[in-house]
Structures are given as C-alpha cells and as structure tokens.
C-alpha cells in the first residue's frame, strides 16, 4: 500500500527567501512520485514529477524535487520564493506503471511575506 | 491542446436531488479517475475508468454513488438522493496510459443545501 505523508499543513517564507515543502513516502513497490500546485478554486496542475529517471527533478516556475530512496522523501524546493508561488501544494505517490490511482498527501499550504 | 474539462463548475442541489458531473478528459486519453476533495483535505480516489469499463471503484462509497465512461462522451459521476455530507469539490483525471501521470480537471464544486 501507498501513502504520503506532508509534515507542516502551514508554512510561512518571506519573499526572496527558501522554499523548502516535506513529503515522505511509503510504498511497497517502485514508485512514482508528484507535486502539484492547487491555487484558490482551481484545479490541480502538476509541478514536477519522478519517474524512475533522475532523482533530482527540475519541474516548472523554478521548483525542484530530489527523490531519496534511504529517506523515502521526496521534498520540493525552491531558492528563491515569490508572490505567486502562494497556493497549495500536494504529493502524490502511485505505484510505477501499475497503480489505479494516486494517493494525495494532506497538502501543504504556502504564505510568502512581502 | 484542451486539457481536461469538466461542468458544470458549480453545482447547487437541495437535500434528495440528484447531480450529475461530466468529465471529458485530454484528447487521446482513454484512462479517467475521479477524486473528491474535502475542505482541508487531500484529495481520495473514488473510482478509475477506462473506456466502458469500470477498473477500480474501491474508493467509491457502497451507495447512492455511480460512474461511467460511455464509448462516446464524456464521462459522469452520478450522485442520487445527496446529502450534506457530499459537498465537497470533485476532480476528474485523465492519463494516456494506467499509471501514468494524471492531469486534473478545474473541479465541480458541489453544495448541498
């Protein structure tokens, strides 16, 4: 079975500053791992995605993600925070090339400070 | 390219309607999954399709819930007799193949008065 796991529902950057998004794994099979962006009443749209290739994955609006098997983690990253990255964000694991489905952690909620 | 559609956007019923939410996915795509969002919540599969067939509905509560992926149209969530308990938003995804990577539709934000 899968599941994910989002540590801080809440977290608060000041503009310019790192942007550092938690999300441990489980999986009892090789997995796919994503991140999404959710803004205000809208739907979601994929950010970045590993799929067996490169464990550091570049997605878009500048944000990255580095796949540690060891840790099972999959942390979303970004240098430098700017206004707009303010939404909702959420990892989802699904089993490689098999899964029906995949499995959202609770979502982590970005503020950035002017 | 259109991405994945659905309507209506918002729905509003009263206690015992019935709703009715169309999903018609990426052009090429065969595979559609549909989540419900709770607020505060993730999103938790409900059902996964695949033209005519039914894959995967372990997520899909035993009653008043069905779906369906006809050869031609859209696909439908169909919700009877609703409750309170089911306002929430509904996402439908679609993927080229099983497995793969998922792309979301706006959602149907549904109130139950």
């Known amino acids: 079975a899968q599941s994910v796991t989002q540590l801080g529902s809440h977290v608060s950057v000041s503009e310019g500053a790192l942007v550092l998004l938690r999300c441990n794994y489980s999986?009892?099979?090789?997995?796919?791992l994503f991140w999404y962006v959710q803004y205000p009443n809208q739907g979601l749209q994929l950010l970045l995605k590993?799929?067996?290739?490169?464990?550091l994955v570049k997605g878009i609006n500048g944000f990255e993600a580095e796949f540690k098997k060891s840790e099972t983690s999959f942390h979303l990253t970004k240098p430098s925070a700017h206004m707009s990255d303010a939404a909702e964000y959420f990892c989802?694991?699904?089993?490689?090339?098999?899964?029906?489905?995949?499995?959202f952690g609770t979502g982590t909620s970005l503020t950035v400070i002017p | 390219n259109a991405g994945v559609m659905q309507n209506p956007r918002h729905l509003v019923r009263r206690r015992g309607q019935e709703a009715r939410l169309r999903c018609s996915p990426m052009?090429?795509?065969?595979?559609v999954y549909w989540y419900r969002q709770l607020p505060e919540e993730g999103l938790k599969f409900m059902v996964y399709?695949?033209?005519?067939?039914?894959?995967?509905e372990s997520g899909m509560p035993k009653e008043r819930f069905s779906a369906e992926f006809p050869k031609e149209g859209p696909s439908i969530l169909r919700i009877q007799q609703v409750v309170r308990g089911d306002s929430a938003a509904y996402f439908c995804?679609?993927?080229?193949?099983?497995?793969?990577?998922?792309?979301f539709g706006p959602g149907t934000r549904l109130l139950v008065l």
């Open positions: 995804a679609s993927s080229l193949k099983r497995g793969e990577t998922q792309y």
């Open positions: 999986s009892s099979v090789p997995p796919y």
């Open positions: 590993y799929t067996s290739a490169a464990t």
């Open positions: 989802a694991v699904s089993e490689a090339n098999t899964g029906n489905q995949f499995y």
């Open positions: 052009k090429g795509h065969s595979h």
């Open positions: 399709l695949q033209k005519e067939n039914i894959i995967d």
